[in-house]
């Protein structure tokens, strides 16, 4: 009886990728060629089918096209990242999104933070108050002006007065160690 029931689910999990899969493994393929990943797309392929047959339930799966497309990208990436040799042409046409992330450590980011907190406790005070209310709290340029009752040319040039103190201030406080 056990069996039978897995036979059952085998079967509806086979019937499912013919009808929410298969069609979609064209496009898969050709992403997989416009990325120019040093990857086997049959192989590519062929894992994201085997994953998804060895599911035990898809009820959580929306969208078949957008799940199969995920998982072949997934597993592309996955590929790339144990491959020993990558081709650096290979990252020309991979959106930055898709790529890992390469960035600096926690520690890193908090020393990073605390160059630029004093950076800012450098500035004029209007421009330190400008600079935190549009880059650090995400309010714009209009709302920034009203709400110190100046004029939105005014906040445009003290944010670029800010960037750059910042960036060139930065650079060379990087450039200096």
């Known amino acids: 009886m056990h069996l039978s029931h897995r036979t059952d689910q085998t079967e509806a999990i086979a019937d499912w990728i013919c009808v929410e ?3 979609y493994e064209r496009n898969a393929r050709r992403w997989l060629e416009r990325t120019r990943l040093p990857v086997e797309s049959d192989d590519v392929i062929q894992e994201a089918y085997a994953r998804i047959a060895a ?3 898809l009820s959580h799966i929306r969208s078949g096209r957008a799940y199969f497309l995920t998982t072949v990208r997934n597993i592309a990436l996955q590929h790339l990242r144990r491959s020993k040799v990558v081709r650096m042409e290979s990252f020309a046409d991979i959106p930055a999104a898709l790529l890992l992330d390469d960035g600096p ?3 890193a980011i908090t020393e990073g933070k605390r160059e630029i907190e004093q950076l800012l406790l450098s500035l004029p005070e209007r421009c330190q108050a400008i600079f935190r209310l549009c880059r650090l709290e995400g309010y714009t340029q209009r ?3 009203e709400l110190l009752g100046i004029s939105e040319n005014v906040v445009e040039k003290q944010i670029a007065r800010a960037m750059e103190v910042l960036t060139t201030s930065f650079g060379r406080e990087r450039m200096s160690r």
Do not use: K, R
Request: cysteine-free; overall charge negative.
């Open 55 to 57: 599911m035990d339930s």
């Open 143 to 145: 709302e920034t002006s």
């Open 105 to 107: 450590g926690p520690e």
């Open 21 to 23: 899969i298969l069609p």
